[in-house]
């Protein structure tokens, strides 16, 4: 298995800082933000979802893609991803999506995933979701590049099990998974193996972050339960079973951190992820 950074974990770093730090980690590919960053948020202290300084504009032009792929290219590291936060049905922005990651040489892009908030019934995004992936397929064929579903709290596709429904039937080699421990942590768990042996040939990326809940009491005096980041080494989602698991079901794919906790600087974080990971897939001695 392999390392790599999602930008959005990184926002005070330009994509050269970026590049760099993820070279002296010994992360070898970078997965690209891809989002545009209004002209009221320029001006604010970097942030992970607002003025994240390592984003591919939707606006991008050749001259913009070029400084990204220079920037990986310069430090012998992997464009692996564009990542972009589409809505489910834009079969525009997931072209568009799509010829950026070519340009870039990258191997997928997440595609768009119906939310999930009680306003709609569940088969009626479930079957517009279908026809979205249905052509999302034929786009990623024809740009040679792979759609991705994330497991994702707060969407139809959760779990591994409510992703799988999505892709079922689809080409693997056109449409497959994200698979986010950290996001099941907050919705969706299942048993990690199982729900890797679910995916099968679907499974084709992971995500490394943590998360946790605290448990707290609303005016009436019921129990709440609040969810926030943690570290990646100190959260629920049980990344030594997590790495196990991906070993038994035969994934030698790429492992890209998304750690929100803020604990440490990004060139820090970066060091601590390639720490951590390398330490456990290390071969057991038992």
Same mark, same amino acid.
């Given at each position: /298995?392999?390392l790599?950074?999602f ?8 994509p ?9 980690a010994?992360? *070898? ?22 003025? $994240?300084?390592?984003?591919? *504009? ?7 893609? @070029? ?45 768009? %995933?119906?939310?999930?908030d009680?306003?709609? $019934?569940?088969r ?15 786009l990623?064929?024809q740009y ?19 992703a799988?429904r999505? =892709?079922?039937?689809?080409?693997s080699e056109?449409?497959? =998974?994200? &698979?986010?421990?950290g996001?099941? %942590? ?9 729900? /890797? ?8 990326h992971?995500?490394?972050? $943590?998360?946790?809940? %605290? ?11 609040? @969810? ?10 049980d990344?030594?079973?997590? %790495? ?6 035969? &994934? ?25 990971? $390398?330490?456990? /897939? ?5």
């Amino acid at each position: /298995m392999k390392l790599s950074v999602f930008t959005v974990a990184t926002p005070e770093l330009s994509p050269e800082q970026l590049a760099a730090a993820a070279k002296e980690a010994g992360i *070898s590919g970078i997965e690209w933000r891809y989002k545009e960053i209004p002209p009221e948020m320029a001006g604010e202290t970097p942030s992970f979802w607002r003025n $994240n300084l390592c984003s591919i *504009s939707p606006e991008w032009d050749d001259a913009e893609l @070029s400084r990204f792929r220079d920037a990986a290219e310069r430090h012998g590291l992997r464009s692996l991803s564009v990542t972009p936060y589409l809505d489910a049905g834009d079969l525009g922005g997931t072209e568009r999506v799509l010829d950026a990651a070519r340009r870039l040489g990258a191997s997928f892009i997440r595609l768009g %995933v119906h939310r999930y908030d009680r306003m709609r $019934n569940f088969r009626e995004l479930f079957e517009l979701q279908r026809a979205y992936l249905l052509e999302a397929e034929a786009l990623c064929r024809q740009y040679g590049v792979k759609g991705l579903v994330e497991t994702h709290h707060v969407t139809i596709a959760p779990s591994a099990s409510a992703a799988y429904r999505l =892709v079922e039937g689809l080409q693997s080699e056109h449409i497959g =998974v994200l &698979y986010d421990p950290g996001n099941m %942590v907050y919705e969706g768990f299942e048993n990690y193996r199982m729900g /890797m042996e679910i995916l099968g040939p679907y499974l084709a990326h992971v995500h490394v972050k $943590n998360g946790g809940w %605290v448990s707290g009491a609303d005016e009436n005096g019921m129990t709440r339960w609040v @969810s926030a980041a943690r570290p990646m080494n100190r959260g629920m989602a049980d990344w030594r079973q997590v %790495v196990a698991d991906l070993r038994a079901v035969g &994934y030698t794919g790429w492992l890209g951190v998304e750690d929100f906790s803020s604990e440490l600087p990004g060139p820090e974080m970066l060091k601590k992820f390639s720490a951590f990971m $390398n330490g456990l /897939m290390q071969p057991s001695e038992a």
